[in-house]
């Protein structure tokens, strides 16, 4: 019996016949132009698969001493060793192209025998209606669920077994499906990180966890105060629709989400190839064009809507918390993603003062720290926050201090601000604009972080930037950039959020 378990594996791509249950609009995309008569061919490797393949009960096994103070009876998952290929460059290059179908592919080739893999989709919760309110954050967490190609065991044991974790993030005009995984693990971990896209199935007995773990992280999520601010900031600047839709999946509506909603979501939603970047770090371009290729080829050119992002301003939010403290944001209208005024706004950021500042001797406080110290005798922090999504940004001040000094601190930070309306000097100027470099510089040094910027250039841009054309755009700015933007931040109606102690909290009217 234990033989055959080793030798026998079922046929996990789905036969024509098979996907005539699927709904309408699933089938179309799933099978193409391919009439009832014709054989559906298949688009996954099964022999190349089957060299992962491990038996049941082999993949889990009980160790009596691993070590007697560490795993003495654990529970463990053994490694699988191989002799990877190591062909890559000695030094990365972004080198983008673009499918037939429209899907934009990204390659940084490097010379590490571990790659990471990014699946970028031009969708989020700001696409999400009243009644789907919810959708992606249970998407996400029944994303390796079955389909049409593969059952809930193996959408979670392949990845294992290749030493690849999945990750779903989903934000509020962007989806980003990641993992790192050996090399000659990439197809496979691929095909399993876009299956959903091509062939989803969202049986209603897989979505009850799902949905199960959708509450418990909006819980976590919304235990920080930072992100119940920005959940009201974008509530109150995009009116509720559209990017000011939540970010987190509620209670009220968790219910109402079954297979039917989540089916024609995706039909409707994740149809569109020109929102669909494919990012390989640590791969070389023909590979990522061919990979990209193989599983995303039945996906069509459509002209998919972005989300609402028109800003209202002059709103205004004190939400009591408990705690003598108070935390508070002031934001107006921002720059997109891969836009150039989204540089301008990251040099005016680290003008103002970007956070704090480490220095062996001597004082590094920035402007809003230097302004606001005078009006207080307690713990304080102010700071600059630039937030860029595809579509649309915020940019303004988060401050926090005790709750009878944070109308003090916010006013003098918005003092500082307005301040920048008559420009810098030069020498600021330069200091500000090697601060943004190097932070260019420290996120594209990281595998994960060049991964996760290059995806999101590619969405919001089209194609990604390399950091000389990013490093060559910050040294174009002038001083006369550096007004104008700060003039137009400072024209923009504003949104005013705080929590905590917000009894001494001032009105938005009586900041200007």
């Known amino acids: 019996m234990l033989n055959l378990a080793r030798n026998t594996r079922p046929q996990q791509v789905a036969?024509?016949?098979?996907?005539?249950?699927?709904?309408?609009?699933?089938?179309?995309?799933?099978?193409?132009?391919?009439?009832?008569?014709?054989?559906?061919?298949?688009?996954?490797?099964?022999?190349?698969?089957?060299?992962?393949?491990?038996?049941?009960?082999?993949i889990f096994k009980k160790s009596p001493h691993l070590d007697s103070n560490l795993a003495k009876e654990g529970l463990i998952t053994p490694c699988y060793k191989e002799n990877l290929p190591y062909n890559g460059?000695?030094?990365?290059?972004?080198?983008?192209?673009?499918?037939?179908?429209?899907?934009?592919?990204?390659?940084?080739?490097?010379?590490?025998?571990?790659?990471?893999?990014?699946?970028?989709?031009?969708?989020g919760t700001g696409h999400e209606t009243r009644a789907t309110a919810g959708s992606l954050q249970i998407i996400k967490n029944c994303w390796l669920g079955t389909t049409t190609r593969?059952?809930?065991?193996?959408?979670?044991?392949?990845?294992?077994?290749?030493?690849?974790?999945?990750?779903?993030?989903?934000?509020?005009?962007i989806v980003?499906?990641?993992?790192?995984?050996?090399?000659?693990?990439?197809?496979?971990?691929?095909?399993?990180m876009t299956q959903n896209l091509i062939c989803p199935e969202f049986f209603n007995h897989e979505l009850h966890p799902a949905r199960a773990d959708a509450l418990r992280q909006t819980g976590v999520a919304l235990s920080d105060p930072i992100n119940v601010l920005l959940e009201e900031a974008n509530r109150l600047a995009y009116r509720g629709t559209g990017l000011g839709r939540s970010l987190y999946c509620k209670a009220g509506?968790?219910?109402?989400?079954?297979?039917?909603?989540?089916?024609?979501?995706?039909?409707?939603?994740?149809?569109?190839?020109?929102?669909?970047?494919?990012?390989?770090?640590?791969?070389?371009p023909e590979h990522v064009s061919n990979l990209a290729d193989e599983y995303l080829w039945s996906l069509e050119g459509g002209s998919a809507t972005a989300p609402s992002g028109k800003w209202t301003g002059h709103q205004e939010s004190h939400i009591d918390g408990a705690g003598s403290g108070a935390l508070a944001m002031c934001l107006v209208e921002g720059a997109a993603a891969g836009s150039h005024d989204a540089l301008v706004l990251g040099v005016l950021r680290h003008l103002a003062g970007s956070g704090v500042a480490s220095t062996k001797w001597g004082g590094s406080h920035s402007k809003l720290v230097a302004a606001a110290a005078p009006y207080t005798q307690n713990p304080f922090s102010t700071q600059c926050v630039n937030?860029?999504?595809?579509?649309?940004?915020?940019?303004?001040?988060?401050?926090?201090?005790?709750?009878?000094?944070?109308?003090?601190?916010?006013?003098?930070?918005?003092?500082?601000?307005?301040?920048?309306?008559t420009g810098v000097s030069d020498e600021?100027?330069?200091?500000?604009?090697?601060?943004?470099?190097?932070?260019?510089?420290?996120?594209?040094?990281?595998?994960?972080?060049?991964?996760?910027?290059?995806?999101?250039?590619?969405?919001?841009?089209?194609?990604?930037?390399?950091?000389?054309?990013?490093?060559?755009?910050?040294?174009?700015?002038?001083?006369?950039?550096?007004?104008?933007?700060?003039?137009?931040?400072?024209?923009?109606?504003?949104?005013?959020v705080s929590y905590g102690n917000v009894e001494h909290m001032p009105l938005q009217r009586e900041l200007q």
């Open 253 to 284: 509506n968790a219910g109402a989400i079954d297979r039917d909603v989540l089916l024609d979501f995706a039909a409707e939603n994740f149809k569109d190839s020109n929102n669909i970047a494919v990012v390989g770090v640590g791969l070389d």
């Open 15 to 58: 036969c024509l016949s098979s996907l005539t249950a699927l709904p309408k609009k699933i089938l179309t995309r799933v099978v193409g132009k391919l009439s009832v008569e014709e054989e559906y061919t298949s688009h996954v490797d099964l022999s190349r698969e089957k060299k992962y393949e491990v038996p049941l009960n082999q």
């Open 176 to 192: 980003a499906i990641t993992a790192s995984c050996p090399r000659d693990k990439a197809s496979l971990v691929l095909d399993h």
């Open 428 to 496: 600021a100027l330069n200091a500000a604009k090697n601060k943004l470099k190097l932070e260019i510089l420290s996120t594209y040094e990281s595998n994960v972080g060049l991964r996760a910027a290059t995806g999101l250039e590619s969405i919001a841009a089209g194609s990604p930037s390399s950091t000389a054309q990013l490093l060559g755009a910050i040294d174009t700015i002038t001083n006369d950039d550096v007004k104008e933007a700060a003039k137009r931040m400072n024209n923009s109606p504003p949104i005013l």
């Open 89 to 123: 460059a000695p030094s990365s290059q972004i080198e983008a192209s673009r499918l037939s179908n429209g899907v934009t592919t990204v390659s940084i080739d490097s010379s590490s025998p571990i790659v990471h893999l990014g699946v970028y989709l031009g969708i």
């Open 387 to 421: 937030i860029n999504n595809v579509n649309s940004g915020m940019f303004g001040i988060r401050v926090s201090a005790a709750g009878e000094e944070i109308g003090d601190v916010l006013k003098a930070s918005v003092g500082v601000m307005a301040g920048l309306n």
């Open 150 to 173: 593969r059952t809930l065991i193996g959408g979670h044991r392949e990845p294992l077994q290749c030493g690849a974790n999945v990750d779903f993030t989903v934000g509020r005009d």
